[in-house]
T-cell receptor
Framework: DTGVSQDPRHKITKRGQNVTFRCDPI?????LYWYRQTLGQGPEFLTY????????KSRLLSDRFSAERPKGSFSTLEIQRTEQGDSAMYLC???????????FGPGTRLTVT | QKEVEQDPGPLSVPEGAIVSLNCTYS??????FMWYRQYSRKGPELLMY????GNKEDGRFTAQVDKSSKYISLFIRDSQPSDSATYLC???????????FGSGTKLNVKP
């Protein structure tokens, strides 16, 4: 399977805990995007990388959120001190540079209790 | 005001009907306009894109963009039960740095 993969698919955590999600993009894609999607809403942009450089971050990305793409391949999204409002689907997408065609992964569904 | 507005539906139609889905937007800098389909608990899947104003057809699907009105549409002809899903519009500027999505319209095609 050469699509975008995300791990884990589901995560249940208690409020205040830290969580980390992983995204593996399509191998030749140098752009990687993170989105958050809540029920009944479309994906909301969080941040994107071009290779290993994080080039843009949304104001939605509070200082509890951090993302990395250390070698320009896979990426991680960490949420520290989770809150109930962080419960959502976290989607990763990848694309070739400056291309409209994003390929989405299946998402990681986070539930904060 | 959101950058992209989309009627959430739900929209229920009989099989074979023509479906019209629409979005409006506020940012005149948007250049690329996409439609995605999303099944429950899955990631969105790109259906079609259009650059700037105009129409684009792909099988039973037609995408239209009217930049003067800041209005985009997706038409589905001869709708099938397998078309039942949430349809998301999305748009971006020339540099593809950020993509803005509508809230999605849930479509149900009844056999």
């Amino acid at each position: 399977d050469t699509g975008v993969s995300q791990d884990p698919r589901h995560k249940i955590t208690k409020r205040g805990q830290n969580v980390t999600f992983r995204c593996d993009p399509i191998s030749e894609h140098n752009r990687l995007y993170w989105y958050r999607q809540t029920l009944g809403q479309g994906p909301e942009f969080l941040t994107y990388f071009q290779n290993e450089a994080q080039l843009e971050k949304s104001r939605l990305l509070s200082d509890r959120f951090s993302a990395e793409r250390p070698k320009g391949s896979f990426s991680t999204l960490e949420i520290q001190r989770t809150e109930q409002g962080d419960s959502a689907m976290y989607l990763c997408a990848s694309s070739l540079q400056e291309n409209y065609e994003q390929y989405f992964g299946p998402g990681t569904r986070l539930t904060v209790t | 005001q959101k950058e992209v507005e989309q009627d959430p539906g739900p929209l229920s139609v009989p099989e074979g009907a023509i479906v019209s889905l629409n979005c409006t937007y506020s940012n005149s800098a948007f250049q690329y306009f996409m439609w995605y389909r999303q099944y429950s608990r899955k990631g969105p899947e790109l259906l079609m894109y259009t650059y700037s104003s105009g129409n684009k057809e792909d099988g039973r699907f037609t995408a239209q963009v009217d930049k003067s009105s800041k209005y985009i549409s997706l038409f589905i002809r001869d709708s099938q039960p397998s078309d039942s899903a949430t349809y998301l519009c999305a748009m971006t500027e020339y540099n593809f740095n950020k993509f803005y999505f509508g809230s999605g319209t849930k479509l149900n095609v009844k056999p």
